[in-house]
């Protein structure tokens, strides 16, 4: 059974103070690895896709890369408006279609 | 590009009553999903379709769950009869093909008392 894991589950940064999510998975042939971003009251909010072990992604303050077993969100200085819940999921080449997602990050930026 | 619509936003029903909810995916994409999110939880995968044939039901409770997605555009996803444990926001997200990242809609935010 494909499963994904993120940690922390909760984050508390100060403005400014760079940090990393991890989403660690299990399954059987990875076709992808998403990113989302989630916002309380509104659906996921598309990030990232990462396809092989070595890639990386940027946009803005957020940097996501992927190895064999995990993939990391790198996020620099952060602003308030960064606060949100991160979700990672991933695409298997086995089994069902359709995304396994983990139970997400929530990340608070305090001015 | 106008996004995936869903509607309604908002529904309270009482157990054993009906609900329908309706999505229509982004223009071009032949992949639609629904997920199911409980709070507090990542989305959980109910249904796909590939234009307008199911791909994955395998985790949809179908005494009770039921989709159809006529014409391979809109869609429609009904509980009959709900249960309190079916509280939660109903996803439908669209793709352009299997392999691509997926768009998600506002949802829907059910509530049985």
Known sequence: EDQVTQSPEALRLQEGESSSLNCSYTVSGLRGLFWYRQDPGKGPEFLFTLYSAGEEKEKERLKATLTKKESFLHITAPKPEDSATYLCAVLAGGGADGLTFGKGTHLIIQP | ?????????????????????????????????????????????????????????????????????????????????????????????????????AFFGQGTRLTVV
Request: proline residues 5%; positive net charge.
């Open chain 2, 1 to 101: 590009e106008a996004g995936v619509a869903q509607s309604p936003r908002y529904k309270i029903i009482e157990k054993r009553q009906s609900v329908a909810f309706w999505c229509n995916p982004i223009s071009g994409h032949a992949t639609l999903y629904w997920y199911q999110q409980i709070l507090g939880q990542g989305p959980k995968l109910l249904i796909q379709f590939q234009n307008n044939g199911v791909v994955d039901d395998s985790q949809l409770p179908k005494d009770r769950f039921s989709a159809e997605r006529l014409k391979g555009v809109d869609s429609t996803l009904k509980i009959q009869p709900a249960k309190l444990e079916d509280s939660a926001v109903y996803l439908c997200a669209s793709s352009y093909t299997r392999d691509r990242e």
